[in-house]
């Protein structure tokens, strides 16, 4: 059912708040649901952390991204963050990303375990001392507490949707991702911003 209602909001957003995508990884990739910086455009060299443009009514069941916080991490993971106590949840939290080429979060733990959802898309993940590379459809599990950070390791940007059993998740810092010197320094070329 939560599945269902994230897959429900990010076809919402395709509609009515962007144009999708007209590159694929392959035949079988899904298109962009929705852009926050489009493919051409070369990304921020600063990142940015800004509150919601319209303020949420807790009355409401559906929750649109401007009523939600935005993000950008460098080099290339924009967002949006629902902290879900403030939006009416009592156990749950989300993050959607748009995570391009070569970019990803620093390292960072958190105290409640965490679900990761792709639809399509290819990510190497360090999760404690596990490196692993696994392209979508999955779901990922990172327990909570543990260290983790991840990498878009394909050529084109991809949504991931985190999920929190938690309404006020903590975001704890840990230093620079490791994987975007490894992953830079195994690539044939590196990312195209």
Not at 25 to 45: K, L, N
Not at 124 to 135: C, N, P, R
Request: with cysteine; glycine share 8%.
């Amino acid at each position: 059912m939560l599945i269902a209602a994230l897959l429900l909001f990010t076809s919402s957003c395709a509609s009515s708040h962007s144009t999708p995508s007209s590159v694929s990884e392959t035949s079988a990739s899904m298109p962009r649901p929705f852009v926050i910086w489009p493919d051409s455009t070369p990304v921020p060299a600063e990142g940015y952390d800004h509150s919601p443009r319209v303020p949420f009514n807790l009355a409401d069941f559906v929750i649109q991204p401007e009523e939600m916080r935005s993000f950008y991490g460098p080099p290339g993971e924009f967002g949006y963050y629902i902290d879900g106590g403030d939006y009416g949840f009592t156990n749950l939290s989300f993050i959607v990303t748009e995570t391009h080429p070569g970019g990803g979060p620093d390292l960072h733990r958190h105290d409640s375990e965490e679900a990761h959802i792709l639809l399509s898309g290819k990510v190497t993940y360090l999760i404690g001392d596990h490196q692993f590379t696994v392209e979508g459809p999955y779901i990922a599990r990172v327990p909570a507490g543990v260290p983790h950070t991840f990498v878009n390791a394909g050529s084109t940007p991809f949504h991931l949707i985190a999920v929190f059993p938690d309404p006020h998740p903590a975001y704890i810092h840990i230093g620079d991702n490791p994987l975007l010197t490894t992953c830079r320094e195994s690539s044939p070329t590196p990312p195209q911003y």
